[in-house]
Nanobody, 122 residues
């Protein structure tokens, strides 16, 4: 069993940066792949980025490449998402998820956090 808690969301102006963190409980967290997803009002939850259990491989949605960076520290049971050059269309609730698959498909993740709100003003 893994429990996930996101933090670091907030209000930022366009062009600014935020760093989201996903803190996990559970001794087996280091064996899970982790993904970040987001959901804007009235839209489906979409993939943002993912990282393998050891941190050796990452995956990004096309619109986030070059702006967002996912990283993890298994010693601290945490996964971060550094977001730069933020745009108003990045406004959403951001969720982290853990699972045995490293994928863009949200259905393949087993554990989810409650989300953290990111609002980017123009």
């Amino acid at each position: 069993q893994v429990q996930l808690v996101e933090s670091g969301g907030g209000l930022v102006q366009a062009g600014g940066s935020l760093r989201l963190s996903c803190a996990a409980s559970g001794r087996t967290f280091s064996s899970y792949n982790v993904g970040w997803f987001r959901q804007a009002p009235g839209k489906e939850r979409e993939f943002v980025a993912a990282i393998t259990w050891g941190g050796g491989s990452t995956l990004y949605a096309d619109s986030m490449k070059g702006r967002f960076t996912i990283s993890r520290d298994n010693a601290k049971n945490s996964v971060d998402l550094q977001m730069n050059s933020l745009k108003p269309e990045d406004t959403a609730v951001y969720y982290c998820a853990a699972g045995t698959f490293w994928a863009k498909n949200r259905g393949l993740y087993d554990y989810w956090g409650q989300g953290t709100q990111v609002t980017v003003s123009s």
